[in-house]
């Protein structure tokens, strides 16, 4: 089974930075793409960013140009540096891990880290 643990939530007013952390362990082979899913008080999870295994990365409309994910293979950790935040990215971010099995692709996900931003 893979663990994947976030940290790197916290308040923070509006133009300010923070950075989350995915710390995956466990069973991580065939894990081949890391992502950041957010989730506002009543709004649907949306994509945030995305990177694959072979190192290409996606960002979704609303924080290109501010947010940038990374990783760091030999922590097996991803993350997410959040730049220029603004009130409206206030939300739970979740990681996210798509898994590769002999039968099936896993969805995994974290439990998730509060990122308030005040105006």
């Known amino acids: 089974q893979v663990q994947l643990v976030e940290s790197g939530g916290g308040l923070v007013q509006a133009g300010g930075s923070l950075r989350l952390s995915c710390a995956a362990s466990?069973?991580?082979?065939?894990?081949?793409?890391m992502r950041w899913y957010r989730q506002a008080p009543g709004k649907q999870r949306e994509l945030v960013a995305g990177i694959q295994i072979g190192g290409s990365t996606t960002y979704a409309d609303s924080v290109k140009g501010r947010f940038t994910i990374s990783r760091d293979s030999a922590k097996n950790t991803v993350y997410l540096q959040m730049n220029s935040l603004k009130p409206e990215d206030t939300a739970v971010y979740y990681c996210?891990?798509?898994?590769?099995?002999?039968?099936?692709?896993?969805?995994?996900w974290g439990q998730g880290t509060l990122v308030t931003v005040s105006s």
């Open positions: 466990g069973s991580i082979f065939g894990i081949n793409a």
């Open positions: 996210n891990a798509a898994q590769v099995t002999t039968t099936s692709l896993l969805q995994l």
